[in-house]
């Protein structure tokens, strides 16, 4: 019989009976039946609530559940923008759905549902709304790796209650999810106001994309290409055929166009009015001849570089371009000097008034006097890397151009200041400004000639990097130029104070820009000089580089000066002391004032630099290591209005 233990000394307390014993086995066995039967209650029950929980949600209407079809129907009939750009804003599913909606569905959704008005939005008055300004002007860009489709269509869905997008620039795209044709779909759906879209550096781009836009903006009058290679004659030719309205094209490296693009192009055109094209290697004659034979009535800007063009192009645009108002003409290799004589000796291009030639092995001294003689109203020349001019050409082109107003000649080593003297001997009465860069065959001569010009219409003068012009050519400058008004000489280092006093003390029209940045050897009798003669007309001075340039010449400035808006110091002398004459000054009204590189610029300038002015707008303190980071934070709070680059 079992019997029941104390637990402390181990002694029986009670003899049980054979049946208790039966009975408590049932009991726990009863016990254990129990607590399994809850346990599975407990879980069915369980499963019953997560049952309803999953019918409820399968029971909630959700609009993703419908196909795109009809949920393209719904979006298409939501009644403003503002709903549309919040409904873009969901998922990509709907702005997917947002962007291939176009314009006209818009419109005839909004006229088949009658609008409602909302409740929650917020009451505003009529007049008040009349007051709003409006954005005349739709117009965003996207850059680097902003560029993408997701964001292209989302700036189409949301210009969209505007009327769309009218100006489009994309430069560049992103490296992974790039604009596609898909984002330009988006914006020829939503945008049909389109005027303006340039696509730079974007190589996903194909003719389909601009088959769409095409399509979709017939009001396209300025298309922008560069460096889009998968970009052929046929998206060309969409454009041409959906935007007759198109007045300027610019294609640049793109290498699928060629020739029956820009045939196309002309062929649809007859509004063009500017046309670029560089470094396309399959644009040829037949293209750009076809171009402007065809436009002939319109095409007033013509730029062209890096084309494999010969003679007969130059010939068509002489010949038919006589709406042509500026040419641009850079790198064309295989145009000889017969090109630019046939091009003048055609005598079409009489309105011609700005020409541009850069590494044209074809201008030569015979070309250049025909341009002359047969564009009449030519007013500005600017040769860049032409080595065939000479003074003979420059002479001859100066008897005949009666209408010059501006020549520059950069890199044009053949040009002498013999040849300089000539040309301003016989200019005419309306020439005004001359400028000489880098052109190694100006520099002294030995003797000067028998008779000094007179250009008392020559306004703007710069010769700068020309490293044979000294203080004795400086002085013939200044006897034959008095009525000079601003002065560049930039870069001529051997010119002092002795070849520049005499160029000061001659100028009788007042200068009112002066440039000597790097002329290392003019030093603060130079400038004091310039500041006393003409301190009333100066607006601007530069003296960046000059070594020699201390506080005795901003003493002279804040004495003289009281128009001067722009100043640069940049590695020059001055101290400490020179900042606090300035802001002493208090008719001086600097702008711009650049201290960059001025080593004596310390922390006790900057109480100094604070009291400058509210009408400082641009503070230059770059590489001035004394002043110190914790007291150009406190210059920013002085001068908050005040754009400092330190």
Avoid at 536 to 556: M, R, W
Wanted: glycine share 8%; hydrophobic share 45%; with cysteine.
């Amino acid at each position: 019989m079992p019997s029941f233990y104390a637990s402390g000394d181990g002694g029986c307390l009670v003899s049980a009976p054979a049946e208790l014993a039966g009975l408590f086995c049932r009991g726990v066995q009863q016990r254990k039946r129990t607590l399994v039967a809850a346990s599975a209650v407990a879980a069915a029950a369980a499963e019953c609530v997560r049952a309803a929980k999953k019918q409820r949600q399968l029971s909630l209407p959700s609009l993703d559940a419908l196909p795109d079809e009809c949920l393209f129907e719904i979006l298409r009939r939501l009644p403003g923008g503002r709903e549309r750009g919040a409904s873009a804003c969901v998922s990509r599913r709907w702005l997917a759905l947002l962007s291939n909606i176009r314009a006209s569905e818009l419109g005839q959704a909004a006229a088949a549902v009658p609008s409602l008005p909302d409740l929650n939005e917020e009451f505003v008055m009529e007049e008040d709304k009349d007051e709003a300004p409006a954005d005349p002007c739709v117009e965003r860009a996207l850059e680097g790796k902003e560029a993408t489709d997701v964001r292209l269509a989302a700036m189409a869905v949301v210009a969209g209650f505007r009327g769309g997008l009218e100006k489009l620039a994309v430069r560049g795209s992103h490296p992974t999810r790039g604009v596609t044709d898909q984002g330009l779909s988006a914006v020829a759906r939503g945008s049909p106001n389109l005027c303006s879209l340039a696509l730079w550096d974007v190589p996903l781009i194909t003719d389909a994309g601009l088959a769409e836009i095409a399509a979709g903006c017939p009001l396209l009058e300025r298309l922008d290409i560069s460096r889009c290679p998968l970009i052929t004659d046929k998206g060309l030719a969409a454009v041409a055929q959906g935007c007759p309205n198109l007045v300027s094209l610019t294609i640049e490296a793109c290498s699928g166009v060629g020739n029956e693009g820009l045939m196309a192009i002309g062929r649809f055109c007859a509004k063009l009015q500017a046309v670029n094209i560089k470094n396309c290697a399959h644009v040829g004659d037949q293209g750009i001849s076809s171009l402007v034979c065809s436009a002939t009535a319109s095409l007033a800007k013509i730029r062209l570089q890096g084309l494999n063009i010969t003679d007969a192009s130059l010939a068509v645009i002489g010949y038919y371009g006589k709406a042509v108002t500026d040419l641009t003409l850079h790198r064309l290799a295989t145009v000889g000097e017969r090109g630019f004589w046939v091009m003048a000796n055609a005598a079409g291009l009489q309105n011609l008034r700005c020409m541009s030639v850069t590494s044209c092995p074809g201008v030569t001294d015979l070309a250049l006097a025909c341009i002359a003689k047969f564009c009449p109203s030519l007013k500005q020349l600017y040769l860049r890397k032409c080595g065939h001019v000479s003074d003979d050409g420059l002479k001859a082109f100066t008897e005949s151009a009666k209408a010059l107003e501006n020549l520059q000649l950069e890199d044009c080593n053949g040009v002498t200041l013999v040849g300089i003297l000539a040309f301003l001997l016989n200019c005419s009465q309306k020439f005004r400004a001359l400028s000489l860069i880098k052109c190694m065959g100006i520099k002294d001569i030995c003797s000067a000639p028998a008779r000094l010009p007179l250009c008392r219409s020559l306004r703007f003068l710069t010769i700068k990097d020309c490293p044979g012009f000294t203080d004795a050519s400086l002085a013939v400058v200044g006897m034959i130029c008095p009525q000079l008004e601003q002065l560049d000489l930039s870069g001529l280092g051997e010119v002092t104070d002795s070849g520049l006093l005499p160029l000061i003390q001659s100028s009788e029209a007042g200068l009112i820009k002066v440039d000597l940045s790097g002329c290392k050897n003019i030093s603060d009798v130079a400038v004091s000089s310039l500041v006393k003669a003409h301190g009333k007309y100066l607006k601007k001075v530069c003296v960046e580089g000059c070594s020699k340039i201390t506080d005795a010449s901003l003493f002279a400035i804040s004495e003289s000066c009281t128009e001067l808006a722009e100043l640069d110091l940049s590695n020059c002398m001055v101290s400490d002391y020179g900042v606090a004459i300035l802001a002493s000054t208090k008719h001086l009204k600097l702008r711009v004032l650049s201290l960059s590189g001025c080593m004596k610029i310390t922390q006790k300038s900057v109480p100094f630099l604070g009291n400058l002015g509210q009408s400082l707008e641009g503070l230059n303190l770059q590489f001035c290591n004394m002043i110190g980071n914790h007291n150009i934070a406190s210059l920013e709070k002085m001068l908050w209005w005040c754009d400092i680059l330190a």
